[in-house]
Structures are given as structure tokens and as C-alpha cells.
């Protein structure tokens, strides 16, 4: 989006190839650009920021990092085995955008010195004037890139933090971000250096969440069994466990098992045999904590394009207000809808919203 130049803008570099490309496009536009660097207290923070140092050098930039590791593991961390706790299944990377990256880092940036906070995302912002007073208004878009689009994550933002916030790669695809990252042009900046991708929860150096919640919470095991009460076999847990899951279902014989449900007042774990069980799919859900970037709620009921986890498709949907949450409607039944996830709301490529699944 058009932004004047000339403006003061720091940029949050995680030493990976996004967001360093995201820090040269904001020079090359002609931004007083910073680079800053967040210490969430996790594995690889040391590696990490030793990048990003190394990135915003080459770009003659200045550069900080700022501990917020105190925060992190207050509000993402033990937010995360909490909620696993109490049997949801809690999305971290929502979290620390809203309470962290476009909370916290956001409050301590921003002053008379600085403009403007960026970041790597692949999302667009826009700025609309509206004829009614020449009211200003700013509209959280899809990214060109849509295998790389991270809008579903950034739901949480409102017309405050959008004001202030730019997203340099959202024009661009990843293969483009890489060639900038490669390019001669640039003098070798990065070449061969950040070609390690984020992983899905930065906290989290298992290869499965599940050895990582074993180690933080006091697990229970009990029976697995089917719609029939029939008894198949033990879990581990049920906070290891989440709707529509097949690993670490530890039954012999026929399967496999996909969990259908978790009767946490008896310790037990449903589960089914069938892929396409009745009870893997809901078509409506209530959602709480809702979030309408626009500010104001729109005129319910209102139809609108809907999913309930990252990386699926968005579907037709309608939305209504039943006290203080909302009933989203499918028009077809959605498979494995799971309590602690987000929905989110869509009209077209621009994002309206959206919230917490109860």
C-alpha cells in the first residue's frame, strides 16, 4: 500500500530470509528503516539473532534486539499447555501476533521517533477513504502469494495497529523473496546465508507438540474407546490428543483410529475407524473473543467465506450473533472443528475478522 516516505520504520528480523527481504524492499522505497530483534527466551535465539544482526549490517541499518522472553513464556507458552490442559486446542501463532509481535514489541517501538512496524508477513494492508466525512479506513488483505498468505494469523488486528503497520512481501511470491535474497543487485547480501524457514511453533524443537506438552503437564492415561463404550485400548493422555487425530492412537488390530471425541469426566477417548464418521464433522460452531478489523460489527446475519484452520479452503458460511458470540453456519459440514482453533471471516480477498471456536 502507499505510504509517504521519508517515515521512520522498524522492522521485527527473525535472521530469516522474510523478513530480511522485507527490510531491504522498505530501504529501497526510500524508509529510514531499523531493524529489531526479539529474545523469546527459546532454542536457536542465539543463531537467530547472530542472522539478523549480520542482515541489517550489510543493509547499513541499525539494529537492537529486545528481551521478551519474560512475556513469551507468559503469554504464548504457558497459554499454549494451558490450554491443552483444559482439553483445547490452542494456535500460538495467532497468540503472539496479537499479544506479542502486534502487542508488547508494538507498544515499546513506537514513539515520536518511529512511524511505522514491520514485519515478514505475506498480507496486504490497504488504505480506503470513505465519502462520508473523508472517514480513513484500512483494510487487512490476502496476499499475492496465496500457498504463502498468512492473513489467517493476523485476524486480530484492528484499525489502530493497521495504521501503523506495513507488510513489504505482500506483493510478492516466496520464489520472488528468495531471488531478491540471492540476487546480485543487492551485493550478496544474503546468498547462501537465512535459507532456514520458520518453524510452525518456534518454541517447540520436538519433532511431534506431544513429547514437548509430556514434559509440562501430569498426564493421565485411561481407556480409548468407540461409539459403543467398547473398551480398544489405553491413551496417554487426553491432552495429547485432539479431534480428528490418528497418531499416537495406540490400538492393535483394525484401523486406523481417528479421535471423535474426549469425555474428559471419565478419562476416556472416542474414536472411529471411519474416516467420514458423523461425529468428525460439525456445521456449526460458536465462536467468542471476535475481532471485526473493519471496528464495527456488520449487519447480521451475514454471509461470508469462513475457515477453521490455516491451511484448508475457505467455505460459504453465515454468521450471527447469539449474546455476546457468534453462531457461524456452514453450508456444508466441516470436518474435525476443534475447540481453541480460530475462525476466520472472508469476503473476498480482504479479511473481515474473526475469533476463538468454543
Same mark, same amino acid.
Given at each position: /500500500?502507499?505510504?509517504?516516505?521519508?517515515?521512520?520504520?522498524?522492522?521485527?528480523?527473525?535472521?530469516?530470509?522474510?523478513?530480511?527481504?522485507?527490510?531491504?524492499?522498505?530501504?529501497?522505497?526510500?524508509?529510514?528503516?531499523?531493524?529489531?530483534?526479539?529474545?523469546?527466551?527459546?532454542?536457536?535465539?542465539?543463531?537467530?539473532?547472530? @542472522?539478523? &544482526?549480520?542482515?541489517?549490517?550489510?543493509?547499513?541499518?541499525?539494529?537492537?534486539?529486545? $528481551?521478551?522472553?519474560?512475556?513469551?513464556?507468559?503469554?504464548?507458552?504457558?497459554?499454549? %499447555?494451558?490450554?491443552?490442559?483444559?482439553? &483445547?486446542?490452542?494456535?500460538?501463532?495467532?497468540?503472539?501476533?496479537?499479544?506479542?509481535?502486534?502487542?508488547?514489541?508494538?507498544?515499546?517501538?513506537?514513539?515520536?521517533?518511529?512511524?511505522? %512496524?514491520?514485519?515478514?508477513?505475506?498480507?496486504?494492508?490497504?488504505?480506503?477513504?470513505?465519502?462520508?466525512?473523508?472517514?480513513?479506513?484500512?483494510?487487512?488483505?490476502?496476499?499475492?502469494?496465496?500457498?504463502?498468505?498468512?492473513?489467517?494469523?493476523?485476524?486480530?488486528?484492528?484499525?489502530?495497529?493497521?495504521?501503523?503497520?506495513? *507488510?513489504?512481501?505482500? $506483493?510478492?511470491?516466496?520464489?520472488?523473496?528468495?531471488?531478491?535474497?540471492?540476487?546480485?543487485?543487492?551485493?550478496?547480501?544474503?546468498?547462501?546465508?537465512?535459507?532456514?524457514?520458520?518453524?510452525?511453533?518456534? *518454541?517447540?524443537?520436538?519433532?511431534?507438540? #506431544? $513429547?514437548?506438552?509430556?514434559?509440562?503437564?501430569?498426564?493421565?492415561?485411561?481407556? %480409548?474407546?468407540?461409539?459403543?463404550?467398547?473398551?480398544?485400548?489405553?491413551?496417554?493422555?487426553?491432552?495429547? +490428543?485432539?479431534? #480428528?487425530?490418528? &497418531? $499416537?492412537?495406540?490400538?492393535?488390530?483394525?484401523?486406523?483410529?481417528?479421535?471423535?471425541?474426549?469425555?474428559?469426566?471419565?478419562?476416556?477417548?472416542?474414536?472411529?475407524? !471411519?474416516? !467420514?464418521?458423523?461425529?468428525?464433522?460439525?456445521?456449526?460452531?460458536?465462536?467468542?473473543?471476535?475481532?471485526?478489523?473493519?471496528? &464495527?460489527?456488520?449487519?447480521?446475519?451475514?454471509?461470508?467465506?469462513?475457515?477453521?484452520?490455516?491451511?484448508? !479452503?475457505?467455505? @460459504?458460511?453465515?454468521?450471527?450473533?447469539?449474546?455476546?458470540? +457468534?453462531?457461524?453456519?456452514?453450508?456444508?459440514?466441516?470436518?474435525?472443528? /476443534?475447540?481453541?482453533?480460530?475462525?476466520?471471516?472472508?469476503?473476498?480477498?480482504?479479511?473481515?475478522?474473526?475469533?476463538?471456536?468454543?
Amino acid at each position: /500500500m502507499s505510504r509517504p516516505k521519508n517515515k521512520k520504520v522498524i522492522v521485527a528480523m527473525s535472521g530469516g530470509v522474510d523478513s530480511s527481504v522485507a527490510a531491504v524492499l522498505l530501504k529501497e522505497q526510500g524508509y529510514q528503516v531499523e531493524g529489531i530483534f526479539m529474545r523469546l527466551g527459546i532454542a536457536g535465539d542465539n543463531e537467530s539473532e547472530k @542472522s539478523a &544482526r549480520a542482515a541489517a549490517k550489510k543493509l547499513k541499518i541499525k539494529f537492537r534486539a529486545v $528481551d521478551l522472553s519474560k512475556e513469551f513464556k507468559k503469554k504464548i507458552i504457558n497459554y499454549f %499447555i494451558s490450554e491443552y490442559e483444559k482439553g &483445547r486446542t490452542p494456535n500460538p501463532c495467532v497468540m503472539c501476533n496479537k499479544e506479542i509481535k502486534f502487542g508488547i514489541l508494538m507498544d515499546k517501538v513506537l514513539n515520536n521517533k518511529i512511524d511505522y %512496524i514491520a514485519t515478514g508477513h505475506y498480507a496486504k494492508s490497504q488504505k480506503s477513504i470513505k465519502s462520508v466525512k473523508s472517514k480513513v479506513t484500512y483494510k487487512l488483505l490476502k496476499a499475492k502469494d496465496k500457498n504463502k498468505d498468512q492473513s489467517y494469523f493476523l485476524y486480530n488486528l484492528d484499525q489502530k495497529i493497521l495504521k501503523q503497520c506495513l *507488510f513489504p512481501l505482500g $506483493d510478492y511470491t516466496k520464489d520472488e523473496v528468495r531471488e531478491i535474497a540471492k540476487n546480485e543487485t543487492l551485493k550478496g547480501k544474503f546468498r547462501d546465508r537465512f535459507q532456514k524457514e520458520s518453524q510452525e511453533i518456534c *518454541f517447540i524443537r520436538d519433532k511431534y507438540y #506431544g $513429547d514437548f506438552l509430556k514434559k509440562h503437564l501430569k498426564l493421565k492415561t485411561g481407556d %480409548i474407546v468407540d461409539a459403543n463404550n467398547n473398551i480398544l485400548g489405553k491413551h496417554k493422555g487426553l491432552p495429547l +490428543y485432539t479431534i #480428528g487425530q490418528r &497418531r $499416537d492412537v495406540s490400538i492393535g488390530g483394525t484401523g486406523p483410529y481417528y479421535v471423535v471425541g474426549l469425555n474428559r469426566r471419565k478419562n476416556q477417548l472416542v474414536v472411529s475407524n !471411519n474416516k !467420514n464418521d458423523k461425529n468428525l464433522f460439525s456445521k456449526k460452531l460458536v465462536a467468542k473473543k471476535v475481532n471485526w478489523i473493519s471496528g &464495527r460489527i456488520p449487519e447480521l446475519p451475514i454471509k461470508v467465506k469462513a475457515k477453521v484452520r490455516y491451511r484448508m !479452503n475457505e467455505q @460459504s458460511a453465515a454468521i450471527n450473533k447469539i449474546k455476546n458470540k +457468534y453462531m457461524i453456519k456452514f453450508s456444508n459440514p466441516q470436518r474435525a472443528v /476443534m475447540s481453541g482453533q480460530s475462525v476466520v471471516f472472508y469476503k473476498g480477498s480482504e479479511i473481515l475478522g474473526g475469533g476463538i471456536i468454543t
